[in-house]
């Protein structure tokens, strides 16, 4: 092998070595994470203070049920749909008002929206967590009557207890047509404007409301529906929710 | 003839070497260098394991777990990436009270390198995210996302390459439309572009002006619509593009037991991989690879 050879040699050593990689290879697989992995002390150390922190704060007791409620409770109207809707009526309003100088007429929420019961004992800020998991946040709509009659057709059709806040009164015949439908005991105007409080998720359609739109106008209070019912809960002893006559079937 | 080999783990694992590379691992045989990818995403705040009493996933995930399993490959291999498809926010209360704080601590001290960013991490809007990011000892990457506009410009870059030994990888970020998703107000001035031009954008850049050896796609776009064919995920992606080896997905919550392989636009084949949702699963890709450019169409095997 002479000098040239070798010279020959290195320079294609060169060029191997100084090309890119490819890939001769590959293998994947999925690794379970469960009791089998001993958890790493560290890691540990490091959430406990924000596990105390949380724990110590959902568990402060804010109230007390007398009984278990459901969203299975009723057909049309629920004592737990009632709470929550009224619940958003009462606290959004003041924020409403300080704001617009207005009054929101009534609030409408969805009954899948209620996303776990309320347990008789002490209700707890986990309470809120558990039948609000979600971060969806109050708005209020300004809607024409005309729109809010759309509202009592859905609700008439839906035959779910959606809820809605005692300021509207919905009364069905016995073949689910609209009977009466009132707001502050007074008939639907189709020319006045109504302030309806709802949450974000359903005023962009969800659950097939679609009467939202179009509106009169969109105020974002920027006050998530869960707060909403800790701010409330904190403010009784006891809730006493029922059920009422705000929206109901007549038999016969 | 088949671009690679696909063989089944459970069938003859020892077929391995494709033909087409033998000539070079003769010429150097010690040069195989070997890269492993970690990926997780739609951990949603999932810190804690499951409870014994959970319905569905008693006794599984768990962040400080996960950290063992992870320290124990990265030590195996320290070539080793971890990566993050999205959705790191909301699920817990950890969210509720600490607005990401936590999830970004525990996932620097994991030492995750690169995340895209999901939906879900717009939930306290981009200034809840933009507040999170100095915990962050992380990069994230989005290229379809254009923050130029909002509190995160220059936070995202739209790629991230990380050179290990010597293997020069590429990792680009591709995001969901976030228009009838996520609420105006909490996204604000975000752009959304489309991804999949965007993909091949990307792959061009780090692949041919790069010249990186592995081009991965960090994904938050959702793994396949199948009553929405058209929709863009990421089956649409790996096949409509070229040059992504492999593709880490999140969003739609999809357990793969195993990678998919997908063709793309060229034949090629294209890793697919999501292993669901709140960490209860860690994906883990091999990458081996051989120095030289492939010589034969028949060089890769690939086991799943």
């Known amino acids: ?252 | 003839m088949k671009r690679r080999h696909f063989i089944q783990k459970s069938t003859a694992a020892t077929v391995l070497a494709g033909v087409g590379g033998l000539s070079l691992q003769s010429f150097s045989p010690s040069k195989t260098k070997k890269i492993t990818i970690l990926h997780t995403n739609d951990v949603h705040s999932h810190i804690d394991p499951f409870g014994p009493e959970d319905g569905r996933n008693a006794n599984k995930g768990g962040v400080a777990r996960r950290a063992t399993l992870v320290e124990s490959i990265r030590k195996e291999n320290p070539n080793t990436l971890l990566l993050d498809a999205g959705d790191i926010f909301q699920g817990t209360p950890y969210f509720n009270y600490y607005g990401g704080e936590l999830e970004f601590k525990l996932m620097s001290m994991l030492k995750y390198d690169v995340a895209t960013i999901g939906n879900h991490d717009f939930d306290n809007g981009i200034d809840g995210l933009y507040a999170q990011i100095p915990h962050a000892d992380f990069e994230f990457v989005s290229a379809n996302y254009d923050f130029t506009n909002t509190v995160m410009d220059t936070h995202v870059k739209p790629y991230k390459i990380i050179i290990k030994d010597g293997i020069k990888i590429g990792i680009f970020g591709l995001g969901i439309q976030l228009d009838g998703l996520v609420n105006k107000e909490m996204y604000k001035e975000t752009v959304y572009h489309n991804p999949i031009e965007i993909a091949q954008d990307m792959s061009r850049i780090l692949k041919e002006e790069q010249s990186c050896d592995l081009v991965i796609c960090l994904s938050h776009l959702g793994y396949n619509y199948k009553n929405n064919p058209n929709k863009v995920s990421d089956i649409t992606v790996a096949r409509a593009t070229k040059d992504i080896d492999l593709i880490i997905g999140g969003h739609t919550h999809t357990f793969l037991p195993k990678p998919t392989i997908e063709k793309n636009s060229v034949g090629k084949n294209v890793l697919v991989n999501q292993v669901g949702c709140f960490g209860l699963y860690l994906g883990k890709i091999d990458f081996y690879f051989q120095p030289g450019k492939e010589v034969s169409s028949d060089g890769t095997s690939i086991i799943v």
């Open chain 1, 1 to 252: 092998m002479t000098i040239k050879h070798i010279l020959k040699l290195c320079v294609l050593l060169l060029i191997f070595s100084c090309a890119s990689s490819h890939i001769s290879k590959i293998e994947g697989k999925r690794i379970d994470i469960d009791n089998s992995l001993k958890p790493q002390q560290e890691i540990e150390n490091f959430i406990a203070p924000y596990r105390a922190h949380i724990n110590k704060n959902m568990d402060s007791i804010i109230s007390y049920a007398p009984q278990t409620y459901t969203k299975s409770d009723g057909s049309y109207n629920t004592a737990i749909g009632n709470l929550m809707a009224d619940a958003v009526f009462s606290e959004s309003n003041p924020v409403f008002h300080q704001r617009t100088q207005q009054n929101i007429d009534f609030a409408i929420l969805n009954h899948g929206g209620i996303r776990s019961i309320i347990s008789k004992g002490n209700i707890t800020i986990r309470t809120a967590f558990e039948v609000m998991p979600f971060e969806n946040s109050v708005v209020v709509v300004a809607l024409k009557g005309t729109q809010i009659q759309d509202m009592m057709t859905y609700l008439s059709k839906a035959k779910r207890a959606h809820p809605v806040s005692h300021q509207l009164q919905l009364i069905l015949d016995k073949n689910s047509n609209i009977k009466t439908a009132t707001v502050h005991g007074k008939p639907i105007d189709d020319n006045k404007i109504y302030y309806v409080a709802t949450n974000d998720y359903l005023y962009s359609g969800g659950d097939g409301m679609t009467f939202f739109h179009p509106n009169e106008g969109l105020y974002v209070l920027n006050y998530k529906i869960r707060d909403v019912l800790i701010d409330n809960f904190k403010k009784k002893d006891t809730l006493n929710p029922i059920r009422d006559r705000r929206f109901i079937k007549l038999e016969d």
